[in-house]
């Protein structure tokens, strides 16, 4: 059974950077597309970015475009998260999710808040 462990979160300004990391195991992640997600408080969880199984094509919220950046590297089993120019509307928990042809893990969530 798949387990995903994220981290790298914290407190950081606005303006400010951080990278996630999503580290699986008990799975290889090459035949898993993976994404992040992120719950804000009193908000529904929202898509964040995606990136394929060979991670060719990936794709972004409207909200992060430009900012943030998913990689893959499958050979550490791990997903990561670039996040650039933060803003205080990015502060929320941030998931990993794995998805192969519909069967679903979700890591616990590591918490990011950017301040003013």
């Known amino acids: 059974q798949m387990r995903l462990v994220e981290s790298g979160g914290g407190l950081v300004l606005a303006g400010g950077s951080l990278r996630l990391s999503c580290a699986a195991s008990g799975r290889n992640l090459r035949n898993y597309a993976m994404g992040w997600f992120r719950q804000a408080p009193g908000k529904e969880r929202e898509f964040v970015a995606g990136?394929?199984?060979?991670?060719?094509?990936?794709d972004y919220a409207d909200s992060v475009k430009g900012r943030f950046s998913i990689s893959r590297d499958n050979a550490k089993n791990t997903v990561y998260l670039q996040m650039n120019s933060l803003k205080p509307e990015d502060t929320a928990l941030y998931y990993c999710?794995?998805?192969?042809?519909?069967?679903?893990?979700w890591g616990q969530g590591t918490q990011v808040t950017v301040s003013s």
């Open positions: 999710r794995a998805n192969n042809l519909g069967s679903v893990t």
């Open positions: 990136i394929s199984v060979n991670g060719g094509n990936t």
